[in-house]
């Protein structure tokens, strides 16, 4: 099979790619700033997602198109930014898809669409979507762009995956630190929910819907766990060795704590220990139910919250990270 792959230097590209590799897949990546985290069998292309004439080129007798480049929700990327990548660079690279023939797409989009799920729901692919912040109505945006292409007749799935942890994951590393260090403090009681899903799993998921998954439709790939933020926390702790801090802070002073650490560090171009978007972690529940991925691909996460945080933390020690 040949692959492409836009977004390999990232935490999930790179796990895929991996994989792929391991499975004697030939594979051509999109590189633009960020190197590959991993040596191996694989062609590297060096353009953007705006270059619509490189990426027709480059797509040239794909298989199957991963494309899981964006541009994350750091606090200091402005909203334009956000819709170029993850809405006009979608419609650009799935374009170029069309024009060369690629026969099948598996598009990622994110968790946040769904905004906040209510309390004593769990949210199937046809939840009712709302997204609270830029980067989420941007993935949404670029959802849209995808399923409209799929409606037109391009063989494309769509991927949200739940909340993704596991070994050399540089954003869920902040969080672990914190705890590790002691630094951390909880914000509304950590009532929020989430579900967390092992890297590993994620991936054996994203394989199952290429050789299974329908044309047009979107799969929730998450853990089967659904976890309050506490029990997160508490979990990340346990491996860690370390005491989760019994203080909390209420949510209308963390509002106000995240707006001001955002104003105070944005001259600086640093993002902020608290922003709106890390807060929405803590307040913004997203539990996501698995039944259609379990029906129709036969996915079924092998990896609990307990057994894989513990292989992370593991490796960040071992890696020197803590």
Known sequence: MQAFVTGASGFIGSHLLESLIKKNWKVRVLVHRSQIPLEGNFEMVKGNLGDFSLLSDALEGTDILFHLAASLGSSLIN???FFRINAQGTENILKAAQAAGVKRTIHFSSAGVLGSVKENEVAAED????????YDQSKL???RIALRFAQEGLNL???????TY????RRTFKLIKMIHNQRFFMVTKGKGRQTPVYINDLVRGILLCVEKGRAGEIYHLAGEEILTIKEIVEGIA???GKRVPQFSLPLFPAKIAAWILEKT???FKKEAPLNMSRLSFFIHSKPMSIAKAKKELGYSPEVNFRTGINLAVSWYKQHGWL
């Open 79 to 81: 909203k334009n930014e």
């Open 127 to 134: 939840y009712p979507l709302n997204p609270q912040n830029v």
């Open 141 to 143: 945006e670029g959802e």
């Open 157 to 163: 799935i769509m991927v949200r995956p739940g909340w």
């Open 166 to 169: 596991g070994p050399g994951d």
């Open 238 to 240: 346990v491996a860690s």
């Open 265 to 267: 560090f944005s001259p």
